[in-house]
């Protein structure tokens, strides 16, 4: 391939954008990156699928190669970030941004600060990202000394419990032979309140296989008490991994199994894993017997019936315990499981054609009637009652997948049987539900029967059933091409059934079979312009660019589609191949100007405007046309489209910026505001009226999005500017908006944190704050950032006593827990304020402080004596019933 092509590069530019075939559009990014790096349109189109493309793949394409390919170019990183902070709908984006982040800049010390900045920046959006930014710090930065403290904080203060699981999940990871973290987590599993995060823990931390005598205690209690049956069955299958041997195990598993007040998949695992791991005890299989007959869960009976099957095949008993269930087991699942055991192990007997009879004709499940038809026609068929049993199914079935399948038994096993032949003609010209079947059996089996055309050309002309006159159509078309009635009976067929997707079917074949009959193509032309049904006229337009696309009328014909057609998408895929096959005729473009501007559905102004900016670039209509798009008002998403072009495409051309601007200030929409804001930063970062106009909307923008995304930028483009570091200082004491002062805190204490005032306004908001959430977010950044000074331990001392929301409380006994329990006296403050913190329950998803307290106590002196008398005094006299249970279930593990 020739990289000075002109016409090559503009059919890669128009793949890469708008092919609809993912491969062929990630082979065009692939040859424009690589091929045409140092052409001014690769960088701007490479950019604009990262930000729009359709494709996922071809996204996160698209970011490999702005890494990879311009490692040097400095506004490649802000791109990134500006991409991460402006995509929140698209996770996989921002999973795929934050790996090349991390790959490409990890010693750059701002990358862990951005990491920290999209962990803590908003605890009250998607935890996608949050979630993969924990994931990379973890796994990238696992050695540095903060990693570990910071992912401990995550999981027991982040009000998010998606967020809590994944820190606990990375600490089981990294962290697991660290004696401390290990029974750190286990005090995790048994406080915290979402199930998520005990299941996580119980899943992680029993992988390395440890096994003693604490951890083992422990997995028996989860599998007994933990309310939720995902972590009690989790525990189950542990611990008999893990204490196959222990006496106490198989002891628990039985009672777990038979025991009614059990939650049914508790039961499950426990049946499954003595079936597993303790075959030759004789009271298992017993119990499992009378669990299949008797037990009132139908879950627990199928697990039985599963485990018999598998593991006791050969026992006479489970023979008639499976002919009963088979067909008097009130549950589907039940029932095919015994079935299917009788027919792989019992195909012969007697009893078991029997059975099979029985449920074809009475078995309420289609599916069950189903499995026992196809067994019959397959295993026996040298029973001559089985064949007059079949035919007695096709024609008169209980429901209509049992007689379709009864004919195609037939055809299959006795095809040869004269009376087969005539019971299909006959039920092929009946009104019987399974003539579709018998049509289509006829057709491939007895092609050479004289009547089996008559009979198709009647179904295709006249049945009622549109799936009897389809597979007609189809079957003419294959099998008799060269009769003279085939091609009029398809052609009919396209222009008038009542049904697309006979006429779909009749388009296909016409072109497969008479492809160059000009007849054929003017038929799909007419269908293409004037059918009724858009999937057919959608489906004609297809067959006419694929088969006749060097015709001149295909050409006419698409204008004529992309210009009156009534469903906007066929305007779209019309105009799509257009601007592919008629770039050199004026007429073509003439047209798509017009559709850009004139046509009533947005959708198609913005498609017909994207094939402007990528094939007609050089055009100057274009340009105007996409500036009138991008001033429109309409606060569309084809505005928004418009000002990535302008943007991207034309970011030379003086009045860019102008617009750009005029948008951040002005625009009614948020979304449009918060758009132009980033194009300036990621193009404009150097324009002194970027960095003026974006602090201008921090302050002055009437809504809290754009205001909370205008700080994004300030934070990341211009952290080193001495007006970024007073306005945030200022937004995070003085703003009357929380979510902001909330933003301005999490920004100073990530990106100034070695700024001394910073230190001082932390404590400031976590002290003085009017809102418990900001405050609750200075007290986690002050126990990050400032653990050595003994102000802040003072301060969370002071606030863990008096401050007057719990949550903040809560918050600061936390981070004592985590960062000062060696100072001397916490032990004494905790159990002081185990007994003795005011909170009061008003809802059940309320965190009690005093329960932390007692976390902090039982994880960091366990061996205390005192830790014993206080969880007694709180399971007797607590006013909280929640703190209650907690110190019951405790002290039970306690022993």
Same mark, same amino acid.
């Given at each position: 391939?020739?990289?000075?092509?002109?016409?090559?590069?503009?059919?890669?530019?128009?793949?890469?954008?708008?092919?609809?075939?993912?491969?062929?559009?990630?082979?065009?990014?692939?040859?424009?990156?690589?091929?045409?790096?140092?052409?001014?349109?690769?960088?701007?189109?490479?950019?604009?699928?990262?930000?729009?493309?359709?494709?996922?793949?071809?996204?996160?394409?698209?970011?490999?190669?702005?890494?990879?390919?311009?490692?040097?170019?400095?506004?490649?990183?802000?791109?990134?970030?500006?991409?991460?902070?402006?995509?929140?709908?698209?996770?996989?984006?921002?999973?795929?941004?934050?790996?090349?982040?991390?790959?490409?800049?990890?010693?750059?010390?701002?990358?862990?600060?951005?990491?920290?900045?999209?962990?803590?920046?908003?605890?009250?959006?998607?935890?996608?990202?949050?979630?993969?930014?924990?994931?990379?710090?973890?796994?990238?930065?696992?050695?540095?000394?903060?990693?570990?403290?910071?992912?401990?904080?995550?999981?027991?203060?982040?009000?998010?419990?998606?967020?809590?699981?994944?820190?606990?999940?990375?600490?089981?990871?990294?962290?697991?032979?660290?004696?401390?973290?290990?029974?750190?987590?286990?005090?995790?599993?048994?406080?915290?309140?979402?199930?998520?995060?005990?299941?996580?823990?119980?899943?992680?931390?029993?992988?390395?296989?440890?096994?003693?005598?604490?951890?083992?205690?422990?997995?028996?209690?989860?599998?007994?008490?933990?309310?939720?049956?995902?972590?009690?069955?989790?525990?189950?299958?542990?611990?008999?991994?893990?204490?196959?041997?222990?006496?106490?195990?198989?002891?628990?598993?039985?009672?777990?199994?038979?025991?009614?007040?059990?939650?049914?998949?508790?039961?499950?695992?426990?049946?499954?894993?003595?079936?597993?791991?303790?075959?030759?005890?004789?009271?298992?299989?017993?119990?499992?017997?009378?669990?299949?007959?008797?037990?009132?869960?139908?879950?627990?009976?199928?697990?039985?019936?599963?485990?018999?099957?598998?593991?006791?095949?050969?026992?006479?008993?489970?023979?008639?315990?499976?002919?009963?269930?088979?067909?008097?087991?009130?549950?589907?699942?039940?029932?095919?499981?015994?079935?299917?055991?009788?027919?792989?192990?019992?195909?012969?007997?007697?009893?078991?054609?029997?059975?099979?009879?029985?449920?074809?004709?009475?078995?309420?499940?289609?599916?069950?009637?189903?499995?026992?038809?196809?067994?019959?026609?397959?295993?026996?068929?040298?029973?001559?009652?089985?064949?007059?049993?079949?035919?007695?199914?096709?024609?008169?079935?209980?429901?209509?997948?049992?007689?379709?399948?009864?004919?195609?038994?037939?055809?299959?096993?006795?095809?040869?049987?004269?009376?087969?032949?005539?019971?299909?003609?006959?039920?092929?010209?009946?009104?019987?539900?399974?003539?579709?079947?018998?049509?289509?059996?006829?057709?491939?089996? !007895?092609? +050479?029967?004289? /009547? $089996?055309?008559? *009979? =198709? %050309?009647? #179904?295709? @002309?006249? &049945?009622?059933?549109?799936?009897?006159?389809?597979?007609?159509?189809?079957?003419?078309?294959?099998? !008799?091409? +060269?009769?003279? /009635? $085939?091609?009029? *009976? =398809? %052609?009919? #067929?396209? @222009?008038? &059934?009542?049904?697309?997707?006979?006429?779909?079917?009749?388009?296909?074949?016409?072109?497969?079979? !008479?492809? +160059?009959?000009?007849?054929?193509?003017?038929?799909? %032309?007419?269908?293409?312009?004037? &059918?009724?049904?858009?999937?057919?006229?959608?489906?004609?337009?297809?067959?006419?660019?694929?088969?006749?696309?060097?015709?001149?009328?295909?050409?006419?014909?698409?204008?004529?589609?992309?210009?009156? &057609?009534?469903?906007?998408?066929?305007?779209?895929?019309?105009?799509?191949?257009?601007?592919?096959?008629?770039?050199?005729?004026?007429?073509?473009?003439?047209?798509?100007?017009?559709?850009?501007?004139?046509?009533?559905?947005?959708?198609?102004?913005?498609?017909?405007?994207?094939?402007?900016?990528?094939?007609?670039?050089?055009?100057?209509?274009?340009?105007?046309?996409?500036?009138?798009?991008?001033?429109?008002?309409?606060?569309?998403?084809?505005?928004?489209?418009?000002?990535?072009?302008?943007?991207?495409?034309?970011?030379?051309?003086?009045?860019?910026?102008?617009?750009?601007?005029?948008?951040?200030?002005?625009?009614?929409?948020?979304?449009?505001?918060?758009?132009?804001?980033?194009?300036?930063?990621?193009?404009?970062?150097?324009?002194?009226?970027?960095?003026?106009?974006?602090?201008?909307?921090?302050?002055?923008?009437?809504?809290?999005?754009?205001?909370?995304?205008?700080?994004?930028?300030?934070?990341?483009?211009?952290?080193?500017?001495?007006?970024?570091?007073?306005?945030?200082?200022?937004?995070?004491?003085?703003?009357?908006?929380?979510?902001?002062?909330?933003?301005?805190?999490?920004?100073?204490?990530?990106?100034?944190?070695?700024?001394?005032?910073?230190?001082?306004?932390?404590?400031?908001?976590?002290?003085?704050?009017?809102?418990?959430?900001?405050?609750?977010?200075?007290?986690?950044?002050?126990?990050?950032?400032?653990?050595?000074?003994?102000?802040?331990?003072?301060?969370?001392?002071?606030?863990?006593?008096?401050?007057?929301?719990?949550?903040?409380?809560?918050?600061?006994?936390?981070?004592?827990?985590?960062?000062?329990?060696?100072?001397?006296?916490?032990?004494?403050?905790?159990?002081?304020?185990?007994?003795?913190?005011?909170?009061?329950?008003?809802?059940?998803?309320?965190?009690?402080?005093?329960?932390?307290?007692?976390?902090?106590?039982?994880?960091?002196?366990?061996?205390?004596?005192?830790?014993?008398?206080?969880?007694?005094?709180?399971?007797?006299?607590?006013?909280?019933?929640?703190?209650?249970?907690?110190?019951?279930?405790?002290?039970?593990?306690?022993?």
């Amino acid at each position: 391939m020739l990289t000075n092509d002109s016409n090559t590069l503009l059919s890669l530019k128009h793949k890469a954008v708008f092919d609809e075939d993912p491969d062929l559009q990630l082979a065009a990014v692939e040859q424009l990156a690589i091929q045409w790096k140092n052409h001014p349109d690769t960088v701007p189109i490479l950019k604009q699928l990262a930000i729009s493309g359709q494709c996922p793949n071809v996204r996160k394409v698209a970011i490999e190669h702005l890494v990879q390919g311009w490692p040097n170019d400095p506004n490649i990183l802000p791109f990134l970030k500006q991409l991460v902070v402006s995509n929140n709908e698209y996770w996989w984006l921002q999973e795929a941004i934050l790996t090349q982040l991390t790959t490409g800049w990890h010693d750059d010390p701002n990358t862990i600060a951005f990491l920290k900045q999209l962990i803590l920046a908003d605890q009250y959006r998607s935890s996608n990202v949050r979630s993969v930014a924990l994931k990379q710090l973890a796994r990238n930065w696992q050695n540095k000394p903060d990693t570990l403290p910071f992912l401990k904080q995550r999981a027991i203060s982040d009000i998010d419990e998606t967020l809590r699981e994944t820190a606990v999940e990375l600490l089981a990871e990294g962290w697991q032979k660290d004696p401390f973290t290990f029974a750190w987590l286990k005090q995790r599993a048994e406080s915290d309140r979402h199930w998520g995060v005990r299941l996580a823990i119980v899943e992680k931390l029993n992988q390395d296989g440890r096994y003693d005598a604490e951890n083992i205690a422990w997995l028996k209690q989860m599998a007994i008490s933990d309310p939720n049956s995902h972590v009690a069955s989790e525990a189950v299958s542990q611990l008999a991994r893990l204490a196959k041997d222990d006496t106490d195990t198989v002891t628990i598993l039985k009672q777990l199994a038979v025991s009614a007040q059990v939650a049914e998949e508790v039961r499950q695992a426990a049946m499954s894993q003595l079936a597993e791991n303790w075959q030759h005890d004789p009271e298992i299989l017993s119990t499992l017997k009378q669990l299949a007959v008797f037990d009132q869960c139908s879950h627990v009976r199928l697990a039985a019936v599963e485990n018999l099957a598998q593991d006791w095949r050969e026992d006479s008993d489970i023979v008639a315990i499976m002919k009963r269930l088979a067909v008097s087991d009130a549950v589907f699942s039940v029932r095919k499981a015994a079935l299917g055991y009788l027919i792989e192990n019992w195909q012969h007997d007697s009893d078991t054609v029997a059975i099979l009879k029985q449920v074809v004709q009475y078995d309420e499940s289609w599916q069950m009637r189903e499995l026992a038809l196809v067994q019959l026609g397959a295993f026996w068929q040298q029973d001559p009652d089985v064949l007059t049993f079949l035919k007695q199914q096709a024609e008169s079935p209980e429901c209509w997948v049992v007689g379709e399948l009864a004919v195609a038994q037939l055809t299959v096993g006795w095809k040869d049987d004269p009376t087969v032949l005539a019971l299909l003609k006959k039920l092929a010209m009946s009104n019987s539900d399974v003539r579709v079947a018998a049509i289509r059996e006829l057709s491939i089996a !007895w092609k +050479d029967n004289p /009547d $089996t055309i008559a *009979i =198709l %050309k009647k #179904a295709a @002309l006249s &049945d009622d059933s549109w799936h009897a006159r389809k597979i007609a159509v189809e079957q003419l078309a294959t099998g !008799w091409h +060269d009769d003279p /009635d $085939t091609f009029a *009976i =398809l %052609k009919k #067929a396209a @222009l008038s &059934d009542e049904q697309h997707d006979v006429k779909i079917a009749a388009m296909e074949m016409l072109v497969t079979g !008479w492809k +160059d009959d000009q007849e054929a193509m003017a038929t799909i %032309k007419e269908v293409a312009v004037s &059918d009724n049904f858009s999937e057919v006229r959608r489906a004609a337009m297809e067959v006419l660019t694929k088969t006749y696309k060097n015709d001149p009328d295909t050409l006419a014909t698409l204008q004529q589609i992309a210009a009156t &057609d009534q469903c906007s998408d066929i305007r779209v895929a019309a105009i799509s191949k257009l601007a592919n096959d008629g770039k050199d005729d004026p007429k073509i473009l003439a047209l798509l100007k017009q559709q850009a501007i004139d046509d009533p559905c947005s959708s198609v102004q913005r498609a017909t405007m994207e094939q402007l900016a990528t094939d007609w670039k050089d055009d100057p209509d274009t340009l105007n046309i996409i500036k009138e798009l991008v001033m429109s008002g309409k606060c569309s998403e084809l505005q928004q489209s418009a000002v990535v072009q302008l943007a991207t495409d034309w970011q030379d051309e003086p009045d860019t910026i102008s617009a750009l601007k005029k948008l951040a200030v002005s625009a009614q929409c948020p979304d449009l505001q918060q758009l132009a804001m980033q194009q300036l930063a990621l193009g404009w970062k150097d324009d002194p009226d970027t960095f003026t106009i974006i602090k201008q909307r921090i302050e002055s923008a009437d809504e809290l999005e754009v205001r909370q995304a205008a700080m994004q930028q300030l934070a990341i483009g211009w952290k080193d500017d001495p007006n970024t570091l007073r306005l945030f200082k200022r937004l995070a004491i003085s703003d009357e908006d929380v979510c902001v002062r909330q933003t301005a805190v999490v920004e100073l204490g990530i990106c100034w944190q070695n700024d001394p005032q910073t230190i001082e306004i932390l404590k400031q908001v976590a002290i003085n704050d009017d809102s418990f959430y900001v405050r609750q977010t200075a007290v986690e950044l002050l126990a990050l950032v400032e653990k050595n000074h003994p102000h802040t331990f003072v301060i969370l001392k002071q606030l863990a006593q008096f401050d007057r929301n719990a949550y903040v409380r809560r918050s600061a006994i936390q981070q004592l827990a985590l960062g000062w329990y060696n100072e001397p006296g916490m032990f004494e403050f905790f159990c002081d304020r185990a007994c003795s913190d005011p909170f009061v329950r008003q809802e059940d998803w309320e965190d009690n402080p005093r329960q932390a307290c007692l976390e902090a106590i039982i994880e960091q002196h366990r061996e205390n004596d005192l830790v014993l008398q206080i969880l007694r005094d709180r399971a007797e006299n607590d006013l909280d019933d929640q703190i209650k249970v907690f110190a019951m279930k405790t002290l039970i593990q306690f022993g």
